[in-house]
């Protein structure tokens, strides 16, 4: 969830320093020249709403920098986190090709930096470049199989505390990008990550508590470092 | 143009096929010679989770099972018939299985390997486009069986989204 932070943020696609890193922007020179002319690059404040499910899907978005909460909320007002996107995540693909309402909310959790294009741009791009078509459909397949290990991570996982290791992991996997050294930014608050790990705030909190105290991890502020990987590991079989 | 018809099957059931195989001569010459047709008795299993993905699957006829498994424990996700694309995403994505997909009744697949699955999605726009607005449906009803499961266990666990374990 962590992913890679940048403090430099890019000014144009073609000067991204982070594009080699980043599966969707990975282009041929010429597709990239296309990708950097259409679409505009938009700052959004923590909290801000970048679409609401439900809403037509109009765009596609592409993370530049930052983090994005993915939700969706019941007819009584419940939500759900289904996912955290980060730099290079591209969202609304789904709703957009499909021809569907967006099935999720996507919110800011802190400032970010968004390539926002407009569905038929994004469309025409599609048609005319293989390759971007073949990574939109690595996206679409990376976002369906994030949706579909979260059912089962919840319908198959025996624990609550298998289930926040599986978690944990997973983040901290992502964030330190085969580095030995598992460390991860926490952005989410307990009641966020319960609802992510199909538990409660109170269990997130005690786990937590349980883990420093056993020594797995170590948290300093919103940083959380994975010291026993092994541990964690053990618990979600 | 190939189509249909020249395997023998309804055009209901192979509806994806034909639009699959409303390609340009060569295009569909190539998706054509690559099919493999796959029989298989009640119980028979086409493919298993975690194994590497072969190509695409299009259900002509019978009915299957998708099945997932964590461990010890089984969880049934749905069935398909005639005219169903198994395994899309796997496919066009990390070339692994998802799910196990196993025979409820006998029933006729057709297997479109996974590397000229790739080079006709290259050569042909409009199949591209095909395939992925068929993997973008998959991704939303995914989403949606996803958050109406969770929801469905939040409000039977009294507030907590916890799901039934299936064991």
């Known amino acids: 969830m962590a992913g890679l932070h940048s403090h430099h943020p890019p000014e144009d696609c073609l000067n991204c320093e982070h594009r080699h890193l980043r599966m969707f922007c990975n282009l041929t020179p010429e597709a990239l020249r296309e990708y950097d002319s259409i679409g505009i690059m938009m700052s959004h404040a923590r909290g801000a709403k970048l679409f609401s499910e439900g809403d037509a899907a109009r765009n ?178 | ?38 029989e298989c008795d009640t119980g028979s299993v086409i493919f298993r989770q975690g194994d590497p993905c072969l190509g695409l699957y299009l259900v002509i006829s019978g009915r299957l099972l998708r099945k997932a498994e964590r461990f010890a424990a089984r969880l049934t996700l749905g069935a398909m018939q005639g005219g169903g694309l198994a395994e899309l995403a796997a496919a066009l994505g990390d070339g692994r299985h998802t799910y196990s997909l196993v025979a409820q009744a006998p029933s006729s697949l057709l297997m479109l390997r996974i590397d000229t699955l790739h080079r006709a999605f290259q050569a042909y726009p409009p199949l591209r486009m095909q395939l992925l607005q068929e993997l973008a449906r998959e991704v939303s009803r995914c989403y949606l069986a996803c958050t109406a499961a969770r929801f469905k266990e939040f409000r039977r666990s009294g507030g907590n989204p916890l799901p039934r374990v299936g064991r």
């Open chain 1, 60 to 237: 596609v978005f592409i993370i530049c920098f930052g983090q994005v909460k993915i939700s969706s909320t019941s007819r009584d007002g419940k939500t759900m986190i289904l996912k955290i996107a980060g730099p290079g995540d591209v969202m609304g693909l789904s709703a957009v090709l499909a021809n569907v309402p967006h099935e999720v909310t996507a919110e800011a959790i802190e400032p970010c930096q968004v390539k926002t294009v407009r569905k038929q741009e994004f469309v025409d791009f599609l048609g005319r470049h293989g390759i971007a078509s073949m990574h939109a459909a690595q996206a679409l397949s990376g976002e369906y199989l994030t949706v579909f290990h979260d059912a089962k991570r919840l319908a198959l996982s025996g624990s609550a505390a298998g289930r926040l290791a599986r978690l944990l992991l997973d983040w901290g996997r992502s964030a330190s990008n085969g580095k030995p050294d598992i460390r991860f930014t926490m952005a989410l608050t307990h009641e966020e990550i319960a609802n992510m790990a199909g538990t409660s705030r109170e269990t997130v909190t005690r786990l937590l508590n349980q883990f420093r105290r056993d020594q797995w991890i170590t948290i300093k502020g919103s940083s959380m470092t994975i010291v026993k990987p092994e541990q964690l590991e053990r618990l979600t079989a």
């Open chain 2, 1 to 38: 143009m190939p189509g249909p018809a020249q395997f023998g099957y309804s055009d209901a059931a192979a509806r994806p096929l034909a639009e699959l195989l409303a390609c340009p001569p060569a295009v569909a010459n190539l998706l054509n010679a690559s099919a493999e047709s796959i």
